[in-house]
């Protein structure tokens, strides 16, 4: 029963017994030796991790950070758009009201007193970042360096909050 | 026997067997570096400077694994297989000539353990026995896999010893004596062996790659096909043995190989260095030079390693019958014949 060719793709392989020159084998094996010693003198490909390290895209999402606005006051408003766009349901927070003396610290009345991010569950998909409607969340950091307990991967407005303004300068 | 002779040969058995230790141990360091230029990578590079270091914490890190016996094994053959595949693997250097005879303080050291003159036939008896390692521990073990590995190790092994000995007996022709220590001498300046044998020599490099279980041969402990082979049950020292059998085992293939057919000792120019040099440093220049011989073919080893993907079951068994052996014989014949004319005229 032949079946008729649809896309004309196939080939048809030729099972031809072996010459002398290849049942020989030391012909073959002579190419591919040079094929291999050629490498011996080529440059390795390998990245001498840590003293080099590999440049990542600009896309790339890193650790989170909360930004702050031009005069040094945090943008976060503690809405809960992120918490709720989170897929791993990874950030947690709690608002709370500014106060007086605080002006200088927040950008509007409410804000965020605990924000917590577990690192663990953080997936780095970005959709928080998408979600924020006042551009407060970025994933523009390194990669979240190794620790030995659970407890200490979740990260808080310590580590998450960008440094202020003067430290910037 | 005085006892000058006797100490003077345990030193010489001392040096010797502390030198092939530690190449076998640098044989597995220089393995990993030279597998990762060959492959766009760098070797390991940590531990020490260029990491120099890493066979000592290799070493460390065999002893300080736990020791697993299979209650299910045979636990005297368990725990001799391995010894005796290192054994092997190490009485082989005994008969190889290191060097011309050397002299110190007026008397004259003769720089090789023990010269027979039944020399090759002692080698070939050794590397036969190197097969009772592989099959002791495969049997031990008590497992599947690694009873068929040692079906395969030993059914490979024989298959190329007649080979090896069949390329030998055409070199034997022409060197009429056994013995490795005349054979060196012969193949004086440059007059090595492997100009008058070069089909026997290629007889014998495939056999000894066969012999030695090492890539395109390594079907007995390729991990792919047989998990890890006669060595899967073992651990700690015992597996550090078989791994440094082999090495030990490719350290004396490759010395006998520049002893039969590239000359030993020997190399264009060695009168000349010998009246440079003096009696007691020429030969052990002639030493250096063999040592290089025995790195070069120790790197060619693991060239081809990397290079050609292994032979499967019936290839190999093909080849060692059906292709090595009538090429072998072949090369008796040619050389017979070469020889009788010769002589004729």
């Known amino acids: 029963m032949d079946m008729e060719s649809l896309s004309n793709k196939k080939k048809v392989l030729e099972q031809k017994p072996l010459s002398f020159m290849e049942r020989m084998y030391l012909p ?32 790339f999402r890193g650790m989170h950070s909360l930004k702050r606005d031009e005069n040094g006051k945090e943008r976060c408003t503690a809405c809960g758009l992120c918490a709720l766009s989170c897929p791993a349901e990874a950030i947690t927070m ?33 959709l928080c970042e998408e979600a924020c409607p006042k551009e407060a969340i ?26 202020p303004l003067e430290m910037k300068k | 026997m005085e006892t000058g002779f006797i100490i003077e040969k ?30 766009d990578r760098l070797g390991p590079d940590r531990a020490g400077p260029f990491g120099i270091l890493q066979p000592l914490a290799d070493g460390v890190k ?42 110190i303080g007026g008397k004259i050291v003769p720089l090789q353990v023990a010269d027979i003159n ?8 050794v590397v036969s026995l190197g097969v009772y390692g592989v099959m002791i521990g495969g049997w031990a073990s008590n497992n599947k896999y690694s009873l068929l590995s040692a079906i395969r190790a030993a059914s490979q092994n024989i298959s190329y010893e007649i080979a090896m000995g069949l390329s030998i007996i055409a070199l034997l022709l022409m060197t009429n004596t056994l ?24 007889i014998f490099m495939v056999c000894s790659f066969a012999e030695t279980n090492r890539a395109p041969f390594d079907l007995p402990e390729c991990e792919t096909e047989l998990i890890g082979g006669y060595h899967t049950e073992y651990s700690s020292m015992k597996l550090g043995f078989y791994l440094f059998a082999e090495y030990i085992n490719m350290f004396v293939s490759s010395a006998v190989m520049a002893t039969l057919y590239f000359g030993g000792y020997n190399y264009p120019g060695m009168d000349y260095m010998a009246t440079l040099l003096g009696p007691t440093w020429a030969p052990l220049f002639g030493t250096a030079i063999l040592f290089a011989k025995i790195f070069f073919f120790i790197f060619f080893f693991m060239w081809v390693r990397w290079t050609i993907p292994r032979f499967r079951y019936d290839q190999l068994m093909n080849l060692g019958w059906k292709g090595l052996i009538p090429l072998a014989i072949a090369n008796i014949i040619i050389t017979g014949i070469v020889i009788a004319i010769i002589e004729k005229f």
């Open chain 2, 118 to 125: 039944v020399g090759v036939l002692y080698i070939f008896g």
């Open chain 2, 179 to 202: 013995s490795l220590k005349t054979i060196v001498e012969q193949q004086h300046g440059w007059h090595w062996n492997v100009l008058y044998q070069p089909l026997g020599f290629l």
């Open chain 2, 62 to 103: 065999m002893f300080m694994k736990e020791e697993i016996i299979p209650t299910t094994s045979n636990r005297w053959l368990f725990i001799v297989g391995p010894g005796l595949a290192l054994l092997c693997a190490c009485i082989g250097t005994a008969v190889i000539p290191w060097g011309s005879p050397m002299e």
């Open chain 1, 138 to 163: 970025y994933l523009d950091g390194p990669i979240v360096p190794a620790d030995y307990l659970r407890k200490d991967f979740i990260y808080g407005k310590d580590k998450l909050v960008e440094a």
């Open chain 1, 94 to 126: 709690i608002a709370a009201e500014r106060k007086p003396e605080e002006k200088h610290l927040y950008r509007e009345e409410k804000y965020a007193a605990t924000y917590e991010i577990n690192m663990l569950r953080c997936i780095f998909c970005g």
């Open chain 2, 10 to 39: 345990f030193i010489l058995v001392a040096v010797i067997f502390g030198i092939s230790l530690v190449i076998a141990m640098y044989s597995t360091y220089a393995e990993r570096k030279v597998a990762a230029y060959l492959q």
């Open chain 1, 28 to 59: 073959a094996i002579a190419k591919g030796m040079g094929i291999t010693i050629s490498h011996l003198f080529k440059k390795e490909a390998t990245v001498r991790y840590p003293e080099v390290e590999r440049e990542f895209s600009t896309n």
